[in-house]
């Protein structure tokens, strides 16, 4: 199975940081079962990236667990939000595939089933 997990949540809210846990835990999950997974941070999510990056914060190690299958963050977004020095200081790779920002279409054309947080 090829999943591609488009992480939008932040971590602003209660609510947030349990979708960004959720996702995390599905791709987790796809990996222990062998499936072929890919991580992408877009919206609100790249700042979510950058917090959870941090190895203090308590859901950082499973951000560690499946740091593997992250592809990276939206470039765009990474500059909105205001974390793009926090996710390069981290060598978390900027995607900008379509104006700027990750191409889903890529993804679907090479066969990946997108689930969105």
Known sequence: MKVAIVI?????THEGLGRLVNALESA???KQA??????VFDGAGTEGLAT?????HKAHP????VEDTVSGACHY???AFGVKSRLTEAQVPLLNEFEDHP???????????VLTF
């Open 34 to 39: 062998g499936d072929e997974v890919r991580v």
């Open 28 to 30: 987790k999950e796809f």
């Open 8 to 12: 939008l949540a932040g971590t602003e």
């Open 62 to 65: 499973l951000l560690a667990a």
């Open 103 to 113: 191409s889903i279409r890529t993804l679907l054309q090479e066969g990946y089933q």
């Open 77 to 79: 977004c990474a500059r």
């Open 52 to 56: 959870l990056s941090d190895p203090e």
